[in-house]
């Protein structure tokens, strides 16, 4: 974004005059600037019309008193191409495209678009095909159908690729603090990254939402969260459309390991972004981050009235990661003091219905809990219909007993319906004047904690040691081909990654070169037609002997034939075989057009296909990443030693993925795909066994 669209698109979103070209939708929305309250010029601009929402209609843009700061467009698309040359010409600030039929029909329609961003020059210009700009601080609605939403001076910028859902997320009946919503269409000027950049600036803004469809340029778009992450403003992403990645990866194991969906996880877990996956998680985590903010850590204390919500807590907590510290001895007696004889002491503590609702005895015993070292507590409170009141006074004592404690102890807060729709929307408002998030579902509530729990650890590790800027390597330039085994596992070793001692030989040779090495040996036929060794026949492992290996050779030699007559060679590898490891992982790296180069670590050998055991990372990345992302796999507990059995060299591991992933970034001209399953974890070492590799000829 250069620097005079930035400054355009300020004044698109805090505009001092909003120009409205069309008909009926300028209609709606000249309403929608008097719902929310806008109070400068509108002006309509209509030929056809006197007035447009009690504003009377210029006849053409060039009439307008001045260039307007924002401008709604909803004509036709030829009209729309005019409007927005004739605007860009006279020095309008931003323009809200409502017109569609542009790129996302395909054909003319892409066409048309380029000629659009042609006729923009450096207007800022939200979408074509979009719903447009909601800003709720400075109260103006570029948009064209009523909208609802909630704002208390503070909250979440919300930008979208659906026009529905950003219309939606409006009507919802949660109250989260909303600062912006910004409906971006397709995003031929302005995109996410852009809104973002500017947004991490906003004082008012606590937090960013987004809906994304897929992105244009992935490494502006890191930079910009990342400058949001250091400015502390926490971004959530609802991530929607997976896909699989192409079918050139087809003859490795990566393609049914990873996918486009697994990259976007990388890239959120390199910059800091929570990934939620429904629209609901998505409001209640922006709602717990801009009103109760991101907890210091992990610890959490619960209070509810009800043992079932107790245990609900604290299983859905467990479950999570969240942890229920239980009170100190010094605190528990505190507590037998202050509660009923019929209530336990415990986190979360069930204070029973003898105090319930008698501000008197629970704040002294929501005082006495916190006490103890915590970093964000709840309250589970369910309020009683519309029409029900009569005991609502006694929940609203116990959330002032809470409020009092909480804000005593300096923690982050959330009082929690069990049922979404159980609190209304009086209660909620009056718990964000004080601080305090009223979250709606105990999942949901727990959930969005967690995620606000990453988020503070995952910010402070970032900017600890940052991740290095991410270029879009590219794949090979020239052509490439699968290399066969021995020439693969030639360039990982040169590269510093263990491979097995061995000799290429043929058939005659093969006995010789195994008693050089020392049995028992593994051997291999070499081809490049032979990707898949174990299931043409052309692997033998823990041979013995020259016989059983003469007797192997052969053997091969007929598999082959039977499987493919082509794909035969007179080429084999013979190798030493390894010790019984610890561990094996399948590690890959691949190079995808929009993400550049990633690396994949996986649970390997026969673990590949029979459980979800795998993380990506993009390239490059630093050791401390990678040891990140192999913590988060099952597989490093055999790594670290299970059950009291031995473990493998965690540094060693480490230390081999890293110059792996050195080595691809450094050969990303070159390099198509790696794959390496297994590499074997052992005691005091790590091993490359089975090589995959496509890549330029030497």
Known sequence: MTPNRRDKLQRLLRPRHIALIGGSDAVTVAGECARIGFEGPVWPVNPKRDEIGGHPCF?????????????????????????????????????????????????????????????????????????????????????????GGYCPGYGAAIITQSGMLSSDLTMSQRSVPFAYMISAGNQSVLRLDDFIDVMAERPEVRAIGLHIEGLRDVPVF???????????????????????????????????LSGTDDLYDALFERVGIIRVHSPAQLLETLKFLCVAGVPAGRRISGFTCSGGGATMLADHGERIGLEFPQPSALTENALKQLLPHTATVSNPLDYTTPIWGIREKTEPVFHAMLGDEYDASVIVQDYPAPGLDESKQHYLNDAESFIAATRGAGLPAAVCSTLPENIDAETREMLIANGV??????????????????????????????????????????????LDEAEGKARLAAAGIPVPSGVVACAGEAVS?????????????ISVNLPHKTEAGAVALGLQSGEQLEAAVAQMKRDVDAYDRDAGTDRYLVERMVDKPVAELLVSVRTDPQFGQAMTIASGGVLVELIDDAVTVLLPAREVEIEAALDRLKVSRLIDGFRQKAGGNREQVVGVLHRLAAYAVANSAALEEIEINPLLVLPNDVCAVDVLMRAASA
């Open 222 to 256: 890191a930079e910009a969260a990342l400058k949001a992450l250091q400015a502390g403003k926490p971004i959530v992403a609802l991530k929607t459309g997976t896909s699989q990645v192409g079918a050139q990866l087809t003859v490795s194991h990566t393609g049914s």
């Open 59 to 147: 006849a053409s843009i060039g009439d307008l008193p001045e260039p307007p700061d924002a401008v709604f467009l909803a004509v036709n698309r030829d009209a729309a191409l005019d409007a927005i040359a004739r605007l860009a010409a006279i020095g309008a600030g931003g323009v809200v495209c409502y017109t569609a039929g542009f790129a996302e029909i395909g054909g003319e329609g892409a066409e048309a678009e380029a000629q659009l961003i042609e006729a923009a020059g450096d207007l800022a210009l939200i979408g074509p095909n979009c719903y447009g700009l909601l800003n709720y601080i400075d109260k103006v609605a570029l948009w064209p159908f009523a909208h």
């Open 437 to 482: 998030a009223p979250m709606q579902g105990i999942t949901e509530t727990l959930d969005a904690i967690r995620a606000a729990c990453w988020f503070g650890e995952r910010r402070e590790a970032i900017l600890e040691v940052p991740p290095e800027p991410l270029p879009l390597l590219p794949g090979p330039s020239g052509k490439s081909g699968l």
């Open 513 to 525: 070169a195994a008693e050089g090495l020392g049995f028992p040996v593994a051997v291999k036929m």
